[in-house]
């Protein structure tokens, strides 16, 4: 039976170390269970589409396997509804579906540890996360062996970056594998792991955001919308370490920096009480390339307020005070923001 409150059984999502079973209440709006079920009714029959590698970063369109990876990587998205799906009606259709796309995911693909190509796999955990006590044994463990390889992997590359002395290590890349490693320490209940991601995170909010909130990114990119592209990976660590009783968004850098801060930067620009005339004085030549390709997000023109929807619905379940921004671009989250956590917290 469709409902527009229920409940869901998340493995150790929500209370971080407990047992394997731990109940949450969540709600969801009638529109947006309307949105949900029919997402993932209409792709249900869409055969999921594996790849053994998947490479977007630093190409353009038609080049090398651009297009089809562009293309697969839309099955992130699916899985992630499905799961989302099945949580909120019960329908064994999308976990069957949602236990297809991971299984076949996860027997295919073989980890570059490229954040930038990657980073959706941050859906393919969360889906874990959701039906992860649906899965056989064989089914979790094959699953749980994927996600300690990248979770080593991005852990070494996370050092590896930090100690590297080079300037662009705190840059955005930086967030998306924070991202990554964080929900993999929620999605295998390891507490050691979630410990030294919230050691990547404190660097991450020290070397990338100044104490006034503004971010690296801006100042080698010149664009807002590399501002979003660093936040969005960071606020999405922050809500998967509050399901595990962690506070990331006001949590306090050496620099005196928090997430908090980042995101209330952007406000006035996303409100439209500011302006910014985007790449300008880009340092980065792949933006110009990418701008004499005519790609639409890297021309030279005023940054649109709507490039921050999702930032400002992911960070309204860390604090609900953002939710009325949120809903100013548009009345309901994107469904691939929607999440089961703690009730958000009111400051």
Not at 65 to 92: E, H, N, P, V
Not at 135 to 150: D, G, I, V, W, Y
Not at 178 to 203: E, G, R, S, W
Request: proline residues 4%; hydrophobic residues 40%.
């Amino acid at each position: 039976m469709k409902k527009t409150t229920f409940s869901l059984l998340i493995a150790g999502f929500l209370l971080f170390p407990l047992s394997h079973a731990v109940a949450s209440n969540c709600s969801i709006r009638p529109s947006d269970f309307g949105k949900l079920i029919s997402k993932a009714e209409k792709e249900l029959n869409l055969p999921p589409a594996p790849r053994a590698h998947l490479h977007t970063e630093g190409t353009l369109p038609g080049q090398g396997i651009f297009d089809q990876s562009s293309a697969a990587k839309a099955d992130f998205q699916r899985m992630y509804i499905d799961a989302l799906a099945y949580s909120a009606d019960g329908d064994t259709r999308f976990l069957k579906k949602a236990r297809t796309y991971l299984q076949e995911w996860q027997s295919v693909y073989k980890l570059n540890f490229n954040p930038i190509d990657e980073t959706q796999f941050g859906q393919f955990i969360k889906t874990f996360i959701l039906i992860s006590t649906n899965l056989s044994p064989k089914e979790r463990q094959q699953t749980e062996a994927f996600l300690h390889n990248l979770a080593a992997g991005y852990s070494q590359n996370i050092k590896r970056t930090e100690n590297s002395g080079h300037n662009a290590g705190n840059d955005n890349w930086q967030s998306h594998r924070i991202k990554l490693f964080t929900l993999a320490a929620v999605a295998l209940h390891d507490a050691a792991m979630l410990n030294q991601a919230q050691v990547f995170f404190d660097a991450q909010v020290a070397g990338n955001i100044r104490p006034d909130g503004s971010v690296k990114d801006y100042y080698e990119r010149d664009a807002l919308h590399y501002v979003t592209y660093d936040l969005e990976p960071l606020t999405e660590a922050a809500i998967a370490a509050r399901s595990a009783g962690r506070d990331w968004l006001d949590r306090r850098s050496t620099t005196g920096s928090t997430l908090r801060a980042a995101i209330n930067w952007l406000v006035p620009y996303a409100e439209g009480r500011k302006e910014h005339t985007e790449f300008v004085h880009s340092k980065v030549r792949f933006d110009r390339i990418r701008r004499e390709a005519g790609v639409k997000a890297e021309q030279i023109a005023l940054w649109p307020s709507s490039n921050s929807i999702r930032l400002y619905w992911l960070a309204s379940q860390l604090d609900d005070t953002y939710k009325p921004l949120a809903a100013s671009f548009q009345a309901d989250p994107p469904l691939d923001t929607l999440s089961c956590t703690e009730n958000h917290r009111k400051t």
